[in-house]
């Protein structure tokens, strides 16, 4: 029955005109989503409604982040390009449009208290931003590669950076320098999230792990098992009484002391982007090309909580107990410019707004009234009737509904022909049985129970006269007869050949020992690959186990199997500081084969392979082949050159490629994206 339901999909719709880019839930209610995708546009939504409640428009790049505000007033967005847009949704308008990054924007969050927020970039770097007065206050910079998220504690004072480098940054606002690195993920980091009243922080990271840290010493308190998939999202219970994490198509359930899985529940999301928690239920967001999809967990059906609302058995700490953990950490938005005036002028920007931005912006209400019912609600007075929000209500279950009989079984196709036979031969027998038969078909197809018409002077002469003539009665027909058949298709022709007749030319169903042979005939050939290419890869690890990397890239290229190449390339994305020259130039050429891939897992490490490469070693590239010529002989430098063209010339062969494919769709056309701007830094 419906009600042992834990999770169910609410809703799908076309969220954009193009693809979609990000999307983020709003963590006071939960019961609103916003979105940004190729087509420029940020789009609102109230979940469990199909209707776009409003568009936002402005931006001249594709949208690449979404942060709601706190309170659901704000919301910031930012776009490749490097751009920021704040909007005021009470106020129906455009707050600041703000620009400083060089590269696209991958997350956003607002300040706790304060008029703050703060953005991690493509360009490895993490800006402050003052969104009434100042611009950007300072840019804090450290991370290697990309940011994945930023997340501010929620005292306000720190800000947690998660990098593609596999590293976590702790950021002192007022100090304006790095407090530590939490370094023991073992690939890149793709999300943070501080616990709500503890002094504990939480990471997700593509090493299918999450890992939780003691803010007071800085020390890793446990880490959870491998999952089977990369973790994509994380959230604390607002109780803080345990950590949500969110995997491909998985939701778990983690508490840290000590590391343990209370409950694991199956969710068809995909990759989940974003999730939040209001009336006992966890909503889940997750998108698709242009489509975005919301999806449902009860959490009164999940473990810890049970049958029990989470009300009665979360954390016992008071309001004024959480403040009491903060007390020393609490900050203020006088407290952040103080303290800002430590940081060096030099370091402080400018705010800059692009006056192109600015002039494109507009606003777009669908539903005036949804918007002053969620964004206005000040404007009512105290003593109105709130509309009661109601949790979501999961589908029913399929065996709720009766559906008609279906008359393609094997028993019904049997019953239909016997039946079919019968009504066959009185038709032969008596014309008139003929044309009532052929009345009982319904006009849409579907077979209706025969009714005997009234007897007439006409009928019961006919029947009188059929008596005499015919030998042997009429036998009553079926009360369900199929119209007969004019085309010439027999439903025997569709029934399964093996197994021979079972009367009446009726093919039988074959057992499941012969389906199970048939299912299985390529089994054979699937695992003499899969055998071969496991014998590869131990030959591949043998070579690097040995310490001879080079050694062990050479031979997997000498194999020409570009699935051992795939593997090779997805260890080596995962361990970045593997890379030197010397694979860049042997591997360029592999990347290149793997980009004309008709699979969509070749291409996206190609392309991943590809960032690394150009990150950290085209500007090394660049200078290499612009410098002067030495005076003299250098055997060393003349190498280096050797290999900078070669990269140089095969990556322009892979950029001629890639300008072919900027259309395609989802992460492909992300990265794509990404790899043709890193790319023209070389010009």
Same mark, same amino acid.
């Given at each position: ?36 995708? !190729? ?31 706190? !309170?659901?007033?704000?919301? $910031? ?49 993490? #800006?402050?931003? =003052? ?113 949500? /994490? ?6 778990? $359930? ?43 967990? =009860? ?18 700490? *008071? ?17 952040? /410019? ?16 692009? #006056? ?5 912006? /507009? ?111 009429? *036998? ?10 004019? *085309? ?20 039988? $169903? ?9 299912? /299985? ?32 890239? =050479? ?66 590239? #660049? *200078? ?14 003349? !190498? ?33 994206? !990404? ?9």
């Amino acid at each position: 029955m419906s009600q042992t339901k834990r999770s169910w999909k609410l809703q799908e719709y076309v969220a954009h005109g193009n693809n979609v880019n990000c999307v983020a839930l709003s963590r006071k209610s939960g019961r609103v989503i916003v979105t940004g995708g !190729e087509d420029r546009k940020v789009n609102l939504w109230i979940v469990g409604k199909p209707n776009c409640l409003m568009s936002l428009c402005g931006h001249t790049t594709p949208v690449e982040s979404v942060r709601f505000g706190h !309170e659901e007033e704000m919301v $910031v967005a930012g776009s490749m390009s490097g751009a920021l847009k704040v909007w005021d949704l009470e106020q129906a308008k455009i707050m600041r449009t703000l620009t400083g990054h060089t590269s696209s924007i991958k997350s956003l969050d607002f300040h706790p208290y304060g008029d703050y927020c703060t953005s991690g970039s493509l360009d490895c770097n993490v #800006k402050l931003w =003052d969104i009434r007065k100042k611009g950007c206050i300072y840019t804090y910079r450290g991370h290697k590669n990309g940011v994945n998220c930023v997340r501010f504690s929620p005292d306000g004072k720190w800000i947690a950076s998660a990098g593609e480098d596999s590293v976590v940054k702790i950021w002192d606002i007022t100090a304006g320098k790095i407090l530590t690195d939490l370094t023991y993920h073992q690939g890149p980091v793709n999300i943070v999230e501080f616990h709500p009243n503890e002094l504990l922080l939480a990471s997700g990271s593509s090493d299918r792990t999450v890992k939780f840290w003691d803010l007071e010493n800085f020390n890793m308190v446990s880490t959870t098992d491998g999952d089977s998939t990369p973790v994509r999202n994380i959230l604390f219970h607002p109780d803080g009484t345990c950590l949500f /994490s969110g995997t491909k198509d998985l939701l778990k $359930v983690y508490s840290w002391e000590p590391s343990k899985c209370y409950d694991s529940i199956p969710v068809n999301w995909g990759e989940v982007a974003d999730m939040a928690i209001g009336q006992n239920q966890l909503i889940g967001a997750s998108f698709s090309q242009t489509n975005v999809s919301t999806f449902v967990v =009860d959490l009164k059906r999940v473990q810890p909580f049970g049958g029990i609302p989470h009300q009665e058995i979360g954390s016992n700490l *008071s309001s004024k107990d959480v403040d009491e953990v903060f007390t020393d950490l609490s900050i203020s938005n006088s407290s952040v /410019s103080e303290g800002l005036k430590h940081v060096p002028k030099e370091d402080i920007e400018e705010p800059t707004q692009d #006056k192109e931005e600015q002039d494109n912006d /507009s606003f777009e209400i669908a539903n005036p009234e949804d918007y002053r019912e969620i964004f206005r609600p000040k404007s009512r007075l105290e003593h109105s009737p709130t509309r009661p929000v109601e949790p979501f209500q999961p589908p029913p279950d399929d065996g709720m509904f009766q559906t008609k009989r279906n008359v393609s079984s094997p028993r019904n196709v049997n019953r239909q022909l016997s039946s079919e036979r019968k009504c066959s031969a009185e038709r032969k027998s008596n014309p008139l049985r003929k044309s009532q038969l052929s009345k009982s078909v319904s006009d849409d197809g579907d077979l209706e129970p025969v009714r005997q018409p009234a007897p007439t002077k006409t009928s019961k002469v006919a029947s009188k006269s059929n008596n005499k003539t015919s030998v042997k009665p009429v *036998s009553k027909p079926s009360p369900r007869q199929p119209e007969e058949d004019k *085309s010439g298709i027999s439903p025997e022709d569709f029934l399964p050949k093996a197994g021979g007749d079972v009367g009446y030319g009726v093919q039988r $169903v074959p057992s499941e020992g012969e389906a199970l042979s048939t299912l /299985s005939s390529g089994h054979d050939a699937m695992a003499k690959v899969l055998s071969h290419r496991s014998k590869n890869l131990q030959i591949v690890r043998a070579m690097w186990t040995s310490g001879n990397t080079k050694a062990a890239v =050479d031979s997997a290229i000498s194999m020409k199997d570009p699935s051992v190449i795939v593997d090779l390339l997805n260890v080596l994305n995962l361990k970045s500081g593997l890379w030197s020259l010397d694979l860049c130039s042997c591997l360029l050429p592999q990347v290149q084969d793997l980009m004309d891939s008709k699979y969509d897992s070749y291409v996206t490490a190609a392309c991943e392979a590809l960032k690394i490469m150009l990150k950290n070693f085209g500007p090394v590239i #660049k *200078s290499n082949l612009t410098a002067p010529p030495s005076q003299g002989v250098d055997i060393s430098r003349e !190498e280096r050159y050797r290999k900078c063209r070669q990269c140089y010339e095969n990556l322009s062969m892979i950029r001629t490629t890639i300008s072919k494919r900027m259309g395609a769709p989802g992460k492909i056309g992300q990265l794509l994206r !990404e790899i043709q701007i890193l790319m023209a830094s070389m010009d």
